[in-house]
């Protein structure tokens, strides 16, 4: 699934504001405390985030571990939601093990109705 979201995601265009909007979000998600303003206790470093028109990646590294959380209440308030993450493991040249994560995040469907 997630090769089908990334080809899927080559081709799409870049769609302002939700493009900067949803990396802005994800960005917060990454770094804070999930319902909280305060800084992770596991510190994780984005080295690549970017949205499309419906799409978008973000991956972590983490010299502590993957990055894992619980997206419910990150999906009902963006309407964003999480694909199935890949997790691997690099050896940096001093033998440190970092933790990299691979998560697509998708735009759900809007879905206001109004009456």
Known sequence: MTK???AAM???PREEPWASSSE?????LVELEPGRRT???????????????SICF??????M???????LYFERTNRLKAGYALFS???RQD?????VTLLPVVRTARTTIER
């Open 4 to 6: 089908e979201l990334l």
């Open 24 to 28: 802005n979000a994800i960005r917060a």
């Open 10 to 12: 080559v081709k799409e």
């Open 65 to 71: 571990e993957s990055f894992d959380i619980e997206f």
């Open 89 to 91: 493991t690099e050896t």
């Open 95 to 99: 033998g440190t093990r970092v933790h």
């Open 39 to 53: 800084p992770r206790g596991i510190a994780y470093t984005i080295r690549a985030l970017e949205c499309r028109q």
């Open 58 to 63: 973000v991956e972590t590294a983490s010299d």
